[in-house]
T-cell receptor, first 116, second 115 residues
Framework: GAVVSQHPSWVICKSGTSVKIECRSL??????MFWYRQFPKQSLMLMAT?????????EQGVEKDKFLINHASLTLSTLTVTSAHPEDSSFYIC????????????FGPGTRLTVL | AQSVAQPEDQVNVAEGNPLTVKCTYS??????LFWYVQYPNRGLQFLLK??????LVKGSYGFEAEFNKSQTSFHLKKPSALVSDSALYFC?????????????FGTGTRLLVSP
């Protein structure tokens, strides 16, 4: 149980285009989902926290108009990178948490974004 | 604010030998502590957690960790390392006083197990 999927697993796009990444909790309802960004050989940087049905809470320094997060249902959150540029190239990982397992987040497999 | 330190960028160990990956933390309230493992181009896999109770926590794949409140440490251990344990390991902490579920991660420690 507690499986989180991400789609796509990798994406290559041209500069200026927008890319949407989906994060789904497959066998549980995720009241809270998180989006992280990971640079090569570095730790995970929390970008934002989203609760179902409400606006995401962004970490300091993360542009909310650049990284649009929607958590429309208890099993789906999306991250849209708008007007992507090469510096947005990174590994994006989502995680999901339900209300019954204290403190434990379940992570998706990640999405590798390359902006040309 | 909570923080996590993983002082070693890399740990090298021979297969069959015991391994330790170090982690220290800082929180205002009580710590919720986690270890995750990451294989190349993959997301994080949960290994184990400490919330309350016994200081020695056993987790997946034979790993265990010991919570030491006086030293504010939560080192990851395994009695006998396998080559397949080679990966990137992250320690993470949540502060019980924080209003939501934010996890703070350490910088990660790369474990290399040689045959």
């Amino acid at each position: 149980g507690a499986v989180v999927s991400q789609h796509p697993s990798w994406v290559i796009c041209k500069s200026g285009t927008s890319v949407k990444i989906e994060c789904r909790s497959l066998d549980f309802q995720a009241t809270t989902m998180f989006w992280y960004r990971q640079f090569p050989k570095q730790s995970l940087m929390l970008m934002a926290t989203s609760n179902e049905g409400s606006k995401a809470t962004y970490e300091q320094g993360v542009e909310k108009d650049k990284f649009l997060i929607n958590h429309a249902s208890l099993t789906l959150s999306t991250l849209t990178v708008t007007s992507a540029h090469p510096e947005d190239s990174s590994f994006y990982i989502c995680s999901a948490q339900d209300g019954t397992r204290v403190g434990e987040q379940f992570f998706g497999p990640g999405t590798r974004l390359t902006v040309l | 604010a909570q923080s996590v330190a993983q002082p070693e960028d890399q740990v090298n160990v021979a297969e069959g030998n015991p391994l330790t990956v170090k982690c220290t933390y800082s929180v205002s309230g009580n710590p919720y502590l986690f270890w995750y493992v990451q294989y190349p181009n993959r997301g994080l896999q949960f290994l184990l957690k400490y919330i309350t109770g016994d200081n020695l926590v056993k987790g997946s794949y034979g790993f265990e960790a010991e919570f030491n409140k006086s030293q504010t440490s939560f080192h990851l251990k395994k009695p006998s390392a396998l080559v397949s344990d080679s990966a990137l390991y992250f320690c993470a902490v949540r502060d019980s006083l924080m209003g939501f579920q934010k996890l703070v991660f350490g910088t990660g420690t790369r474990l290399l197990v040689s045959p």
